[in-house]
Nanobody, 126 residues
């Protein structure tokens, strides 16, 4: 059974950095696209970053381009989200999710995301 567990959240000052991790305790994630999503208080969940099955393609929300980097290590069954230059508006619960893309090795992180972690809270505040 595929289970995703996020870690690395916490309180950070504006301009600071955090690295979130998403660990898979089940079978191989190699062929899955992986996405990071976030939900701020009172707002809908939004996609933040997406990475293709073997890491060849990444996509980012406009709001985090140039500040966040998604990466994966299939051998360790891990996916990461490096977050730099954090802003108060980056505050929220961050989730990783996995799903098989319609086309192999595509960075598709939409309706195909069907395996979700329970989230980790990121708070950006002075």
């Amino acid at each position: 059974q595929l289970q995703l567990v996020e870690s690395g959240g916490g309180l950070v000052q504006p301009g600071g950095s955090l690295r979130l991790s998403c660990a898979n305790s089940g079978f191989s994630l190699d062929f899955y696209a992986i996405g990071w999503f976030r939900q701020a208080p009172g707002k809908e969940r939004e996609g933040v970053a997406c990475i293709s099955s073997f890491g060849g393609t990444t996509k980012y929300a406009d709001s985090v381009k140039g500040r966040f980097t998604i990466s994966r290590d299939n051998a360790k069954k891990m996916v990461y989200l490096q977050m730099n230059s954090l802003k108060p508006e980056d505050t929220g619960d961050y989730y990783c999710a996995a799903g098989l893309p319609r086309l192999a090795q595509q960075a598709e992180c939409g309706a195909n995301m069907n395996i979700w972690g329970k989230g980790t809270l990121v708070t950006v505040s002075s």
